[in-house]
């Protein structure tokens, strides 16, 4: 039914390796956001977008880094920097800031 | 500081009972508050918020600012109510959506 689509499901990286998540939509939505979810910590926001070609670290952001260089997506690379990649990412958007937002099916990173 | 609390990991209870999960939250100004909810092999969805004042499958939440909470209540639970569920703040200050760590209800047949 499209809304958020995140690619792939399941990703595991090498020593060093950096990796792209991919996250795309087409609810015409202008914020877009990802985060961590590990268990018993909840979500923790990693970066957000709230316009294109403009996005602001959130509280989790040292080894990651995004871009938004289209409306449509909003891509995430975990880099060799992040030293604790294996967790389960979901990215999100919606119509503004305090709107609701909503949610793809997550990818699940794990280190070979 | 800015925090959304929910003190309790894990919350189970038989079918019929009432439902209540806590969120106390932690914010200097009018808070904008949500319930988001996670079925199994299902994507996290906005459950309720409470400017809405809605009651969404039998469940309300009601902002007590007196006592910074927006606990999730349901009458009589339901199997298909089992899920994890977070509570959110929005923060006009930052722009963000701040979680709290979710609870995982449990109901039993």
């Known amino acids: 039914d499209g809304g958020i689509t995140q690619s792939p499901k399941y990703l595991f990286r090498k020593e060093g390796q950096n990796v792209t998540l991919s996250c795309e939509q087409n609810?015409?939505?202008?914020?877009m956001y990802w985060y961590r979810q590990d268990p018993g910590q909840g979500l923790r926001l990693i970066y957000y977008s709230q316009i294109v070609n403009d996005f602001q670290k959130g509280d989790i952001a040292e080894g990651y880094s995004v871009s938004r260089e289209k409306k449509e997506s909003f891509p995430l690379t975990v880099t060799s920097a992040q030293k604790n990649p294996t967790a389960f990412y979901l990215c999100?958007?919606?119509?503004?800031?305090?709107?609701?937002?909503?949610f793809g099916d997550g990818t699940r990173l794990s280190i070979l | 500081a800015q925090r959304v609390t929910q003190p309790e990991k894990l919350l189970s209870v038989f079918k019929g009972a009432p439902v209540e999960l806590k969120c106390n939250y932690s914010y200097s100004g009018s808070p904008e508050l949500f319930w988001y909810v996670q079925y199994s092999r299902q994507r996290l969805q906005l459950l309720l918020r409470h400017i809405s004042r809605e009651s969404i499958k039998g469940f309300t939440a009601d902002l007590n600012k007196g006592e910074t909470s927006f606990h999730l209540k349901k009458p009589f639970a339901q199997e298909e109510d089992s899920a994890m569920y977070y509570c959110?703040?929005?923060?006009?200050?930052?722009?963000?959506?701040?979680f709290g760590q979710g609870t995982t209800l449990q109901v039993k047949p």
């Open positions: 609810l015409n939505h202008d914020a």
């Open positions: 999100a958007s919606s119509m503004g800031e305090v709107q609701p937002q909503h």
């Open positions: 959110a703040l929005f923060s006009s200050n930052t722009g963000k959506l701040i």
